[in-house]
Nanobody, 125 residues
Framework: QVQLVESGGGLVQAGGSLRLSCAAS????????MGWFRQAPGKEREFVAA????????YYADSVKGRFTISRDNAKNTVLLQMSRLKPEDTAVYYC??????????????????WGQGTQVTVSS
């Protein structure tokens, strides 16, 4: 069992930066691949980024590639999403998710086993 809690969301102007954090409970955190998803009002939840259990592999949606960076610290049970050059279309609730096993990269929401409650990111133009 893994519990996930996101933080770091907020309001930022276009072009600015935010860093989201996901704190995980459980001693087996390092066994899980981790992902970030987002959901804007009236839209389906979409994949943002994923990182392997070791941190050695990362994968990004085309829409965020080159602007967002996912990282993890297994000693601190934490996953980070550094977001730069933010755009109004990045506005959404951002969710952290954990997944054990399976193929790489895990881009679909159904591939994940545990989810956080989400944190709101609003980018003003």
């Amino acid at each position: 069992q893994v519990q996930l809690v996101e933080s770091g969301g907020g309001l930022v102007q276009a072009g600015g930066s935010l860093r989201l954090s996901c704190a995980a409970s459980g001693r087996t955190f390092s066994s899980y691949a981790m992902g970030w998803f987002r959901q804007a009002p009236g839209k389906e939840r979409e994949f943002v980024a994923a990182i392997s259990w070791s941190g050695g592999s990362t994968y990004y949606a085309d829409s965020v590639k080159g602007r967002f960076t996912i990282s993890r610290d297994n000693a601190k049970n934490t996953v980070l999403l550094q977001m730069s050059r933010l755009k109004p279309e990045d506005t959404a609730v951002y969710y952290c998710a954990a997944r054990l096993g399976g193929s790489w990269p895990p881009k679909a929401s159904y591939e994940y086993d545990y989810w956080g409650q989400g944190t709101q990111v609003t980018v003003s133009s």
